[in-house]
């Protein structure tokens, strides 16, 4: 699946499998936002880990002092520099998050969330590792993945992106147990509470793990 947010579900292509959501999915979505929302301060420099067209980076700037939105997909920035509008407060930059051209502790808050650590198709140790580094010693990383209580609202969301092409047909033989796959080679994973536990365990740190909204699983840590 390495470049399919990159290319096949870029841009205006992302935006509209958000706009069709249905009503419980769209609930979920505001409820990651508000738990970042909950850790901002006008202080904070923030990072937002695979941005997108900036739906969730939009709603950064004006909370923090300055937010970044790093992406690997030239086109969903693009798109973001307009979504997000003109703004001093966000800049956008395209990086893969597994490498960052940054220096040690250079934001205060780091994101991930709508289950990018599965999404994007990469080590999740390495995203993980990138995280930590990229983040000031003693502030906060934030992950996120689904909860499994959410699975139905979930598979529901995928089937209407997939109907209305923006995906590939739904392989029903292939999907369950968290695991949705396409027939055009997307795959969409998640990360359990141990897995998470693992992650952070391997890199010396404690989570804080909780359910929000009974549809998101989040792990949130402390740069070491």
Known sequence: MTG???????GDRLRACYELAPPRVKAYLEAEIAF?????????VAAELGCGYGRILKRLTGRVRVAFGI?????SLQYARTFVGGSQQARLLLMDATEMGVADGTFDLTVCIQNGICAFSVDPD????EALRVTRP???VLF??????????RLEWFELQAAAGLIGEIDRHA?????????DGFRATTIDVAGFQSLAAHHGVLP????VDGSSLFCEVLAP
Not at 71 to 75: H, M, Q, V, W
Not at 144 to 153: E, G
Request: hydrophobic share 30%; aromatic share 12%; proline share 4%.
């Open 208 to 211: 804080r793990l909780v359910e």
């Open 138 to 140: 003693g502030r906060t």
């Open 175 to 183: 999907t369950g147990n968290g695991v949705i796959v396409c027939k």
């Open 71 to 75: 992406d690997t997909s030239l086109e």
């Open 36 to 44: 970042v929302l909950e850790r901002t301060s006008p202080s904070l």
């Open 144 to 153: 996120s993945t689904y909860s499994p209580r959410f699975w139905d609202d």
């Open 4 to 10: 399919y947010y990159s290319k096949k579900l870029a």
């Open 126 to 129: 390495r995203l993980f590792a």
